[in-house]
């Protein structure tokens, strides 16, 4: 383990126990009916610091899994873009980005013939030239650092418009027998079909002609991290709260996930969160994960069971380490997840990768417009790619409400 990362856990050992410390002083003066503003203060201030060590740890984990789960995926768009029917049988990758770079920059015109045909075509309707393997690489890796739920989902991925997964209803249950009698054949067990499609999403932005001239200008970069942060804030809100209307259906919308009350009109408790972690079967709490935004955490850091206990224990999973934990499991934090309000939604939990699954086609295509920004001596790029969402398997997660 490095030096730096031996600093950082020692870091977070010691904000943590000072933030203990802070809090049991505060509930003793709420008890007391004594003023807490000066440790609120000191609270937030310790909090920063928690919040910083919780990000790194956020970031390494989900760039982990976006490395893990693109690798698969890599393979099979350079495998595509290898095929002789793809138009790019005689180049190579490198020289595919070096024409796709060439086109981005000048456009069709400034092409020679063989370059022409070393270039794909989407074949959406649409149009648009397909983004080399490097460009999702990047991209996706930042999507999954933005929009957490890619990490702890399921990740399907397709060259067609959708994907079908088999789906469960009902199950066999065991019977009694006599011996030598009638094994009469049971019900309940049926498996269908779950038709997931993967919605077309587009994102813009605008690039001056003097930064395309620019030779050391990095356009691949510009276009990546743009691209990226577009894509992973709609991406992100809708896997949490889409209505699957054009877009995924995000799990907190789904009308078949359980939910379990928090024991308060606005506010979840310890013995709420506890609840919730009983709501599902053991099958699925083993493998559970707890979802929530930022704030969700900051309440939750404070909360403490009937034995006294901090139901958030701070961790840095970094080359070995323990993670941050609640009541024993992982979380991820979604920005677009509610905050504690009467008769909101803040937490959910679950094994998320049994309850839900992305969908990605594999090819992102990037059209050039010169013509719609010329007046402002920009270019427009817009890309498209196709992304699904749903829960496949409702019983694997359970939602927390805000209720007594």
């Known amino acids: 383990m490095s030096d730096d990362i031996k600093q950082l856990i020692g870091d977070l050992n010691s ?53 893990d789960a693109q690798d698969e995926k890599l393979a099979s768009l350079e495998t595509a873009l290898s095929r002789p ?113 993967a919605h077309e999403m587009y994102a813009l932005v605008d690039i001056s002609e003097q930064d395309l001239e620019d030779s050391v200008f990095d356009l691949e970069a510009e276009m990546q991290s743009e691209f990226a942060e577009q894509f992973a ?32 009109a606005s506010t979840i408790l310890a013995d709420g969160l506890i609840g919730l972690v009983h709501g599902i079967k053991s099958e699925y709490a083993k493998n559970g994960t707890f979802v929530f935004n930022r704030t969700t955490l ?28 609640v009541l024993g499991y992982p979380y991820v934090e979604a920005t677009d997840m509610p905050s504690e309000g009467s008769n909101t939604y803040p937490v959910a939990f679950g094994d998320f990768n049994r309850a839900y699954i992305v969908v990605d086609r594999i090819q992102m295509a990037v059209s050039r417009d010169p013509f719609t920004q010329a007046t402002t001596g920009n270019v427009r790029y817009v890309a498209r790619r196709r992304v699904g969402g749903q829960v496949v398997q409702a019983e694997a997660i359970v939602k927390q409400k805000c209720s007594t």
Not at 118 to 134: H, I, Q, R
Not at 170 to 180: D, I, L, N, T
Not at 233 to 262: C, L
């Open 85 to 197: 029917a793809s138009g790019v049988d005689t180049k190579s990758v490198d020289e595919y980005v070096k024409v796709f770079d060439k086109v981005m920059r000048k456009g069709k015109e400034a092409l020679e013939p063989n370059e022409v045909k070393a270039l794909t075509v989407s074949n959406d309707t649409t149009g648009g030239y397909l983004a080399p393997p490097e460009y999702m690489r990047e991209l996706l890796k930042t999507v999954t650092e933005i929009s957490p739920i890619r990490s702890i989902a399921r990740v399907r991925t397709t060259a067609q418009r959708s994907v079908q997964v088999p789906k469960r209803d009902g199950q066999f249950s065991a019977s009694w027998v006599a011996e030598s009698g009638t094994r009469s054949e049971t019900t309940g067990w049926t498996v269908g079909l779950e038709e997931i499609p």
């Open 233 to 264: 804030k709609a991406e992100g809100t809708a896997h949490v709260s889409g209505n699957g209307v054009g877009q995924p259906f995000g799990f907190m919308s789904n009308g078949d996930v359980g939910e379990v009350v928090s024991g308060h």
């Open 15 to 67: 904000a943590f126990t000072e933030f203990k410390s802070a809090n049991d002083e505060r509930l003793e003066r709420i008890e007391k009916s004594e003023g807490t503003a000066e440790i609120e203060e000191k609270l937030g201030k310790i909090e920063k610091d928690l919040d910083r060590c919780a990000e790194i740890e956020q970031n390494y984990k989900q760039q982990k899994a976006a490395v």
């Open 298 to 325: 900051s309440a939750i850091r404070k909360l403490k069971d009937t034995a006294g206990q901090y139901v958030f224990q701070a961790g840095l999973s970094l080359q070995g380490g323990a993670t941050s934990t």
